[in-house]
């Protein structure tokens, strides 16, 4: 016991003596510990202190000032990040980690042209870095460049040709280049005592410089009647933040499609990777029915969440639906596994028209699935469960499948 309590006391004061030495003593190498173990608790005002008090004292210590340009940027204060990290830069021109930081607190800042001019003028001095082209690929694909980006991930292949990172950047940004795409899709909605209902459509899509514009033909069998409707959409670009959504149909065919339909939605990116939007949707039947809509959808990482309510006023009062969609994607915009859960009709969904009119009662869950099959084959599949009302108070289930294939060029 009493060799316990020795041991005890020798430590007690051996550590007070640390601390008594280190508060005479100015160690920048611990104080440097102390500033990324505050920053990696998230504790960025102090670790901003402890580097600053650093520097007054070191003010040539680069790995320092590089790591509180970097925490500026994760903090979004990009001026003073470029401040710190040109100071390096004029220093140490060959500087890596100032080179890689202040890229990418320009791309961080949505200021892609810059990011490039930094990576070039590395690259010219290390043409085999992989790490810097993988930077200006982002700020290439950021303006738009695909060609150009594409150029790059082939400089990367010519060094290693294995890289599988470099791969699927390839694959997603040709696919970003190409402007067309055709599509065939087929869906089937069975019945328990009824017959099934077929929906078929081919669409033509073309990437224009003021937004993408779809053409469609759509061929639906509904409990013996049969019919065609032609649409066309559009996503005209109105600014950096904004792009807007512009539907038109028609057919001849009443039984199975409205007479006309029309649809619009104007969308805005907000901060933090927020959108949402507002829009209404028209169909002319006997009767006209008028809808309004909107959303709001974030995303999570590689996972998107999405809600969208449907309004549709009328004589007999205001029906309310929505749909609320999870999808989480791989390696592409088109590479994704997707869940939903619908309350009432959709005017969105060719299959609900009538049930829109009808403002039947309507639950359903679908799970999605769309991947790439080569470079420019695109394969999509669904299935969902539902339970519809089809006539006041009675209600009968629906089991729904879908399959689609698209050609990108």
């Known amino acids: 016991m009493a060799r316990i309590i020795c041991i005890n006391i020798l430590l007690t004061l051996f550590f007070i003596s640390k601390i008594s030495f280190s508060q005479t003593q100015f160690d920048p190498d611990s104080l440097f510990g102390v500033a990324r173990n505050q920053s990696g608790l998230n504790d960025y005002d102090n670790a901003i202190s402890t580097c600053n008090k650093i520097l007054e004292k070191y003010p ?3 790995d320092v000032r590089v790591y509180l340009g970097t925490i500026y940027s994760w903090n979004k204060r990009y001026n003073e990040a470029r401040k710190e990290l040109s100071l390096v830069l004029e220093k140490d021109s060959l500087s890596r980690e ?8 320009e791309l961080w800042s949505d200021n892609p042209e810059q990011a490039m001019k930094i990576s070039d003028k590395w690259l010219k001095y290390q043409k085999h870095d992989i790490e810097i082209m993988f930077l200006k690929i982002k700020s290439l694909d950021n303006q738009k460049k695909y060609k150009d980006a594409i150029a790059v991930t082939d400089t990367i292949l010519k060094i290693d040709k294995n890289n599988i990172k470099v791969l699927d950047i390839k694959k997603d940004l040709r696919v970003s280049d190409s402007k067309n795409a055709i599509s ?15 929906l078929f459509y081919i669409d033509y899509s073309r990437r224009t410089s003021i937004g993408t514009i779809i053409g469609r033909i759509n061929y639906a069998e509904r409990f013996g009647n049969k019919g065609y409707q032609y649409e066309i959409d559009a996503f005209p670009k109105y600014s950096k933040n904004s792009y807007g959504y512009i539907n038109a149909g ?45 959303h709001i959808g974030k995303y999570i990482g590689n996972y998107w969440f999405s809600l969208r309510p449907f309004i549709t006023p009328g004589n007999t009062g205001t029906s309310f639906s929505g749909i609320f969609q999870l999808r989480r994607y791989f390696s592409s915009s088109k590479d994704y596994l997707g869940l939903s859960f619908g309350y009432g009709s959709s005017p969105d969904d060719k299959r609900d028209y009538f049930d829109v009119i009808h403002r039947l009662i309507s639950r359903k869950i679908k799970i999605e699935y769309c991947t790439h099959i080569s470079s420019f084959w695109i394969f999509n599949i669904s299935s969902s469960l539902g339970n519809e009302e089809y006539f006041p108070g009675i209600y009968r289930g629906i089991y729904s499948v879908g399959i689609g294939i698209e050609r990108i060029f």
């Open 184 to 198: 065939i899709n087929y869906y089937n909605d069975s019945y328990k005592k009824f017959t099934p209902r077929h």
């Open 250 to 294: 028609y057919s001849d065919s009443l039984n199975v499609f409205p007479h006309y339909r029309f649809g619009s939605d104007f969308y805005y990116n907000l901060p933090k990777a927020f959108e949402i939007s507002a829009g209404f949707r028209y169909m002319k039947f006997t009767s006209d029915v008028t809808i309004f809509t909107g």
């Open 60 to 62: 040539n210590y680069n």
């Open 98 to 105: 100032a080179t890689v930081a202040l890229i990418n607190t």
